[in-house]
């Protein structure tokens, strides 16, 4: 590709010594961004196919399942396994075959044309053959201090991750939309009771979701309420509402929160193409975006799935995208 082929040694703690750097620009063939899952997936199957990965674990290392406590749902492993340890267990099956995994944040990226240009932490320049974006989504709170105090021990925004948590207990969910509709009807199925806080008079979900809402016996709507705090003394053990002007308490020992994601894909915007929620749109049953050679995977391209496994397994179809990409241009 008309790089200068140079080995270095870097400031990480894995030092792959075949990526290529020329002066001040550091070449690579392949370079990820993001370090959920998806990312990670993506390392090991690039780095396995001799594509030499540098991935950049951007502002939160290891991604939203470092936020949640147990993870019983991720293939493999029958006793479950803490988000963070099956993150470092990803990391480490990753940097085995070479992938760099670094700190870092990618600040701008250009994709006019290849390589594809990346700064990181406002200076360090990338070129890229070909970029794999796995940044994912970042899920909106209600910005509650008291949210903030019990998330991880009663406080979720992901009803599949921790739903089974709560088994034949009560629990809240708050959210008018799809999201909201579908945990609180997952988790009707698992606990005794559930609370659906919405702030207007009426859910913004599909009719559909809203009829099996409706549907499901213990499922109390709440329509025109706010949550005012989240109580208990380690762990949550209610929750303080306004409902119309009035105060009202509710008994309950999990709250998830389910009013939306927000994809992590502002630097991407100028040149892939992004729905109207700014999710990067990818071609049908690919992880290809409108620019030949930039892939997306993950959650950031994922509104409705949003579970580690969808995530790593399309960060394995943008690996294996990329090194198909690279093939066709030899
Ligand atoms: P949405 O943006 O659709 O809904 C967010 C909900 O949260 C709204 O009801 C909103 O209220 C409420 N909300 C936002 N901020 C606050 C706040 N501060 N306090 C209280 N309530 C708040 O997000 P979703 O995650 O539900 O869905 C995102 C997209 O993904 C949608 O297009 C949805 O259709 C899609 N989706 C599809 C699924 C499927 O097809 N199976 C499953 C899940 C999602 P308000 O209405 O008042 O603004």
Redesign the pocket.
């Known amino acids: 590709m008309g790089f200068q082929f140079q080995k270095v040694s870097t400031t990480e703690t894995n030092t792959d010594q075949n990526f290529v750097v020329g002066g001040e620009v550091e070449k690579v063939k392949c370079l990820i961004i993001g370090s959920g899952p998806a990312g990670y997936t993506a390392a090991i199957y690039a780095s396995r196919a001799n594509l030499s990965p540098v991935l950049y674990q951007g502002l939160e290392p290891g991604g939203q399942l470092t936020t949640t406590t147990e993870v019983e749902n991720f293939p493999g492993y029958p006793h479950g396994v803490t988000g963070p340890v099956m993150m470092e267990d990803l990391k480490a099956q990753a940097e085995r075959f070479g992938a760099q995994s670094r700190w870092g944040i990618v600040t701008s990226v250009d994709l006019s044309q290849r390589p594809f240009k990346a700064i990181v932490d406002g200076s360090k320049s990338i070129e890229a053959e070909t970029m794999i974006i796995a940044t994912g989504a970042t899920a909106?709170y209600?910005?509650l201090d008291s949210e903030e105090k019990f998330k991880g021990s009663g406080v979720s925004a992901c009803a599949t991750c921790d739903g089974f948590f709560y088994k034949g207990k009560n629990v809240a969910v708050?959210?008018?939309?799809?999201?909201?509709a579908?945990e609180a009807t997952y988790l009707a199925g698992l606990c005794k009771k559930v609370y659906l806080?919405?702030?207007?008079d009426r859910?913004?979900?599909?009719k559909a979701m809203i009829e099996r809402v409706e549907r499901t016996a213990n499922i109390e709507v709440l329509y025109e309420t706010?949550?005012k705090e989240i109580v208990g003394s380690n762990v949550v053990e209610g929750a303080i509402l306004v409902q119309k002007g009035q105060e009202k308490h509710i008994e309950i020992d999990g709250f998830f929160v389910?009013?939306?994601?927000t994809p992590q894909s502002e630097i991407f915007k100028a040149w892939v193409n992004v729905d109207e929620?700014g999710y990067i749109e990818t071609i049908a049953g690919t992880s290809k975006t409108n620019v030949p050679g930039v892939f997306a995977c993950g959650d950031v391209i994922d509104?409705?799935y949003k579970q580690a496994i969808t995530a790593a397994g399309s960060g394995c179809r943008a690996a294996l995208d990329a090194e198909k990409f690279l093939a066709e241009q030899h």
Do not use: F, N, P, Y
């Open positions: 909106k209600l910005g708050v959210g008018g939309g799809d999201t909201a579908e806080i919405i702030r207007k859910m913004r979900a599909s706010m949550t389910a009013i939306g994601h929620e509104k409705i």
